[in-house]
């Protein structure tokens, strides 16, 4: 059952603590973007995209106090369905990052990863407008295989930190906590994973398992205080790690395209030369 229009509920309670700490993320994490870098593959700016949504889905709890609207609540819940997929992707930045010393993994691995949660977002985001046009916002076939793309990332992370426990020695004793702070994770990952799985695949519990109708301690205690003690882990760690050699940050694409030029300009000289020759 939704709460009474113009009325300050438990609920919205949880979305004030959700503006308050994702704020402060949204900071941290435009402070580890200049650090570290703001491409993709260095993870950072996902912290940026994950707290925005965040920052998004909450106002829009908020704003439903006053204006309890389909779209409103379709916008609250599409925020909080995408959600998986940075919360997610942001271990992209620490296996990136570690297989720049190990060697294990080959890219392409990440990519295939990347691929499937953004599969998971895309089916998020359809699964979400369905729900909200549905008369009791409940979940749906896309949402369903939506969570199964982010569970199915997350399995491939574990994997991959297993792996890299195999060849501890080749990372760096200042890279290692980026290990640690994903195994403190693994915990409240799964916690946070069962408070999307459960309900999708076990309908008896599907009514309290709902960010806009649901048990709100529920909600709270198993998805809103996961995700700010993750991304506190995340922050804190990235915080401590020094900015990466230069021999290994990768070249920003503008410079890749000036060398691809370069070669191709002395390419064509040399072969003029040997013409004339």
Same mark, same amino acid.
């Given at each position: 059952m939704?709460d ?5 509920? *438990?609920?919205d309670g949880?979305?004030v603590?959700?503006?308050?700490f994702?704020?402060i993320?949204? =900071?941290?994490g435009f402070i ?5 870098? &703001?491409?993709r ?13 965040r920052l ?8 439903s106090?006053?204006y309890? !609207? ?6 609250a819940?599409i925020c909080?369905?995408?959600g ?9 930045? =620490?296996?990136?990052?570690l297989?720049?010393y190990?060697k ?5 691995a &990440?990519?295939?990863?990347?691929l ?8 998020g985001?359809?699964?979400g407008?369905? @729900?909200?046009e549905?008369?009791?916002?409940g979940?749906?076939?896309?949402l369903?295989?939506s969570?199964i793309c982010?569970?199915a990332? *997350? +399995? ?5 930190f297993?792996?890299?426990? !195999? ?9 290692r906590?980026l290990?640690?702070?994903f195994?403190?994770?693994?915990p409240? %990952? +799964?916690?946070?994973? %069962? ?5 999708t695949?076990i ?5 309290? *398992?709902n ?7 529920i909600?709270l205690?198993m998805?809103?205080?996961e995700?700010?003690?993750i ?7 990235? %915080?401590?790690l ?19 030029k370069?070669?191709?300009?002395h @390419?064509?000289?040399d @072969?003029?030369?040997h013409m004339?020759?």
């Amino acid at each position: 059952m939704l709460d009474p229009p113009g009325v300050f509920t *438990y609920r919205d309670g949880v979305a004030v603590i959700q503006i308050f700490f994702f704020a402060i993320f949204l =900071i941290f994490g435009f402070i580890l973007c200049h650090r570290h870098g &703001f491409r993709r593959s260095e993870g950072w700016v996902i912290l940026i995209t994950f707290s925005l949504l965040r920052l998004i889905g909450a106002s829009f709890q908020l704003a439903s106090i006053n204006y309890p !609207t389909d779209s409103v609540y379709g916008g609250a819940l599409i925020c909080e369905g995408i959600g998986l997929a940075p919360l997610t992707l942001l271990n992209i930045g =620490i296996f990136g990052r570690l297989n720049k010393y190990a060697k294990k993994i080959h890219h392409k691995a &990440f990519s295939v990863i990347s691929l499937v949660a953004i599969a998971g977002l895309v089916l998020g985001i359809y699964g979400g407008i369905n @729900s909200s046009e549905s008369a009791d916002l409940g979940t749906n076939a896309l949402l369903k295989a939506s969570v199964i793309c982010f569970l199915a990332a *997350y +399995v491939a992370f574990l994997g991959l930190f297993l792996l890299f426990l !195999t060849g501890l020695s080749r990372i760096p004793p200042n890279e290692r906590p980026l290990l640690y702070g994903f195994a403190v994770c693994i915990p409240f %990952m +799964v916690v946070r994973f %069962m408070y999307s799985v459960l309900p999708t695949f076990i309908p008896s519990i599907r009514d309290n *398992y709902n960010a806009l109708f649901g048990n709100v301690t529920i909600y709270l205690f198993m998805a809103v205080l996961e995700e700010i003690v993750i991304v506190a882990c995340y922050v804190y760690v990235g %915080m401590k790690l020094d900015e990466l050699p230069p021999e290994l940050k990768a070249p920003p694409l503008s410079f890749k395209k000036k060398d691809k030029k370069k070669k191709r300009k002395h @390419s064509s000289q040399d @072969s003029g030369e040997h013409m004339l020759k």
